[in-house]
């Protein structure tokens, strides 16, 4: 005779309704946001600041999207904010050297794939834990943008078709919302609808079970941080193109941005989990907390102990809910 008490039909609605809570509290928080923003700011609901929103967040979501394989496959990339600046100064530097578009953008998108292979064989090869393979890989690429650049900005004579890419609009569109759709959709499609996805979150849920199953562990997790350098990358190439410069600490904000997006997309959908569209909606939600509070006048520095506390509140919510273990 067994001593198990099966659950009440109040016990199951209760965690039917915890359930949902978690899934869509922070995506509600959003909402809200906005609501508020719109009803007590008078410029937050206009066609521009809309749009300007939506080019705000464009190369964050980049950088996001491909952090969220790293994560996926529980390894965190900190060299991702230097891989955007190594991007953002060498497509610009080799654009004023007289290269064409595609060569200079071809060879930013190599340097991205070389320093993602780099973490990778520190990590799986050598086994330096992820977090600080990538920690001093980012040192040493602050070291070399500085380098590159003697630290001085790059800026004047760079193409006008390069400059377009950053700062047009298609549609009173930014074109740098397109790039963002783009990076989105490829990332949605390759975690969501491919058994490359598939394999990728089987590595980060466990493993051993995975590796067991015949799944190729090693080589999902390298792919994991070669795509997240990758994306960081082409952020930092269209980013110049934004600033019209390259400038050797530009991508230093995106390390602390990039990782906010992909804690607070984990805690929506699928609560533990990085997704694409979670990751989306985390930048969404850092983007219109920037836009609201610049619109009523807070300084750089709340905004940035606002997101240190978001990313403290995501992580305690979805640890404590889902017993998280990334690191």
């Known amino acids: 005779m067994s001593d198990t008490i099966a659950p009440t039909s109040e016990q199951r609605q209760s965690r039917i309704n915890k359930d949902w809570l978690l899934r869509y509290s922070t995506l509600i928080v959003l909402i809200l946001m906005f609501i508020g923003f ?6 937050f609901m206009s066609v521009f600041n809309l749009t300007n929103i939506l080019q705000q967040i464009s190369i964050l979501t980049i950088v996001g999207a491909g952090l969220t394989f790293g994560f996926a496959a529980k390894e965190i990339d900190l060299s991702v ?9 060498l497509t610009p530097l ?3 050297s007289g290269y064409s578009l595609p060569v200079a953008f071809g060879a930013s998108l190599g340097a991205g794939i070389l320093v993602g292979l780099v973490n990778a064989l520190l990590v ?35 193409p006008d078709a390069y400059m377009v890419l950053g700062q047009g609009r298609m549609w009173g569109i930014p074109n740098l919302t397109f790039f963002m759709i783009g990076a989105v959709a490829i990332a949605w499609f390759a975690m969501e609808r491919t058994t490359f996805g598939r394999y990728i979150y089987a590595v980060g849920g466990n493993a051993k079970a995975a590796e067991l199953s015949g799944v190729r562990v090693t080589f999902y997790r390298m792919m994991s941080l070669v795509l997240v350098a990758l994306f960081a990358a082409c952020a930092g190439a269209l980013l110049a193109a934004r600033l019209g410069s390259g400038q050797p600490n530009v ?7 990039g990782l906010a997006t992909v804690f607070i997309g984990m805690t929506m959908f699928r609560p533990g989990t990085a997704t694409v569209i979670g990751t989306l909606c985390g930048a969404l939600f850092i983007g219109v907390i920037n836009n609201g509070l610049n619109l009523v006048g807070m300084d750089t520095y709340v905004q940035n102990i606002m997101k240190g506390l978001i990313i403290i509140v995501a992580v305690a919510i979805v640890s404590r809910s889902t017993k998280l273990s990334i690191l």
């Open 124 to 158: 799986t090869k050598i086994g330096i834990p992820s977090l600080i393979a990538t920690l001093a890989t980012g040192s040493i690429l602050f070291g070399i943008n500085f380098l590159l650049t003697e630290g001085r900005a790059i800026y004047g004579g760079l």
């Open 38 to 43: 719109s009803l007590f700011v008078d410029r």
């Open 94 to 96: 080799l654009l004023v």
């Open 81 to 89: 904010g230097y891989t955007v600046g190594l991007a953002g100064i």
């Open 251 to 257: 991508g230093e904000r995106y390390l602390l941005d």
